[in-house]
């Protein structure tokens, strides 16, 4: 009975909170359940009353943060015209905003070099990719003579934003520390879009 107090009093929600940073911060062979479990202040039962291994663990934390970055996206996008170049850079800045305002997040999310890991993201990254093509695709299609970068273009913008964040990320930069340049960043990209 008191085991039972003590897991209930242990939130899921809590667990992953604390486990995101740790994960981030140590790297995901460095830790067990019994680590997380130490860090926190509690015995690892206490966590496998939540989650059965850390695996399990691990993939409630990309499932979570994935879906709270494509709710953010979607609301973004239903309130603005699709193929609309102001779209586009919204979208952008939103997404940058993301990394840099959940650094620990994001590092589960795209940055974790790990093949075992990546499986579990692999999903989720293709969704929130392709919402990102999608809208770029849109932005493309009203400029004739630009198919050809149909493909290409989404890509190439994705990997210039994840560049940025990443890069602020290591340097610990915080969204306002570096919300001018992200503007710039995302204008100079975007007008990348007018040229053949």
């Known amino acids: 009975m008191a085991r039972k107090a003590v897991a209930q009093e242990l939130s899921r929600e809590r667990i ?12 995901y062979h460095t830790l067990t359940m019994r680590s997380i479990a130490k860090a926190m202040g509690y015995s690892h039962g206490a966590l496998y009353y939540h989650f059965n291994e850390k695996a399990e663990l691990f993939y409630a934390l990309v499932t979570e943060d994935f879906t709270m970055l494509l709710e953010r996206q979607k609301a973004m996008l239903a309130r603005s015209r699709m193929g609309d170049i102001g779209q586009l850079e919204k979208l952008m800045l939103a997404f940058i905003q993301f990394g840099l305002e959940n650094p620990y997040h994001y590092e589960i999310m795209f940055m974790i ?17 392709e919402l990102f093509a999608t809208v770029v695709r849109s932005v493309i299609s009203r400029k004739p003579g630009h198919e050809h970068k149909m493909y290409s273009l989404p890509w190439s913008l994705f990997m210039s934003m994840h560049g940025f964040i990443s890069y602020n990320i290591r ?8 919300k001018k340049l992200a503007e710039q960043h995302v204008k100079f990209l975007c007008e990348g879009l007018d040229s053949k």
């Open 16 to 27: 992953l909170e604390e486990a995101r940073q740790l994960f981030a911060e140590y790297g």
């Open 113 to 129: 070099n790990d093949a075992e890991l990546q499986r579990y993201s692999r999903t989720e990254q293709a969704q929130c990719l």
């Open 171 to 178: 340097y610990r930069q915080s969204y306002e520390d570096v």
